[in-house]
């Protein structure tokens, strides 16, 4: 079965310290792993997609990669809005299948 | 380019009674995914539909079911509500699977589901 674990669970850091998520995951074979973020009582919003180990992404201040047993999300010089929980979730092989399993999450906060 | 949309967003139900959420997805997404989100268990999915199919399903109890219209808006139903269905449930839709680049989800802003 699909599994994904995200830590640190909880993240404070002070605006401008640079850091990085990890996020484990066990797959059967990976279709796809997806960033996302989540601030309190919204829906997820899409960051970034990986397929293959040694891709790399980037968006503004946040940068993803992806080995065959992990992958890491990158914050640069954080700022306040950046505080936010981090949910990492994969996708199969299975075919035709969408189903996304996510981790727990990681809740960061950035102080100014 | 409007987003994915979930109505109601809030609703508030007592144990027993059913409710029934809906989801419009973005123009030009086929497939409707759902999930449910809690404190204790996180995201957790629930099923999916493509061309008014259900292709995947989690493991969930048959109180729970789902539906999807030829415009591939989508309905979700919990019958005889219990405490633990308390929750935030999100919608999310994509444009296909099978292609790498067609695979993103994108979530709506969810419905808050409180049983009493």
């Known amino acids: 079965e699909d599994q994904v674990t995200q830590s640190p669970e909880a993240l404070r850091l002070q605006e401008g310290e640079s850091s990085s998520l990890n996020c484990s995951y066990t797959?059967?074979?990976?279709?796809?792993l997806f960033w996302y973020r989540q601030d309190p009582g919204k829906g997820p919003e899409f960051l970034f997609t990986l397929y293959s180990a040694g891709e790399e992404k980037e968006k503004e201040r946040l940068k993803a990669t992806l080995t065959k047993k992990e992958s890491f999300l990158h914050i640069t010089a954080p700022k306040p809005e950046d505080s936010a929980t981090y949910l990492c979730a994969v996708q199969d092989d299975l075919q035709g299948a969408q189903k996304l399993v996510f981790g727990q999450g990681t809740r960061l906060t950035i102080n100014p | 380019k409007a987003g994915v949309t979930q109505t109601p967003r809030y609703l508030i139900k007592t144990r027993g009674q059913q409710v029934t959420l809906s989801c419009s997805p973005i123009s030009g997404h086929r497939s409707v995914s759902w999930y449910q989100q809690t404190p204790g268990q996180g995201l957790q999915f629930l099923f999916e539909y493509f061309s008014e199919t259900q292709r995947n399903k989690g493991n969930f109890p048959g109180r729970f079911s789902g539906r999807q219209f030829s415009n591939s808006r989508s309905e979700m139903n919990v019958s005889t509500l219990e405490l633990g269905d308390s929750a935030l449930y999100l919608c999310?839709?994509?444009?296909?699977?099978?292609?790498?680049?067609?695979?993103?989800?994108?979530f709506g802003p969810g419905t808050r589901l409180t049983v009493l």
């Open positions: 797959v059967s074979g990976l279709r796809g």
């Open positions: 999310a839709s994509s444009r296909q699977s099978g292609l790498a680049g067609y695979n993103e989800q994108f």
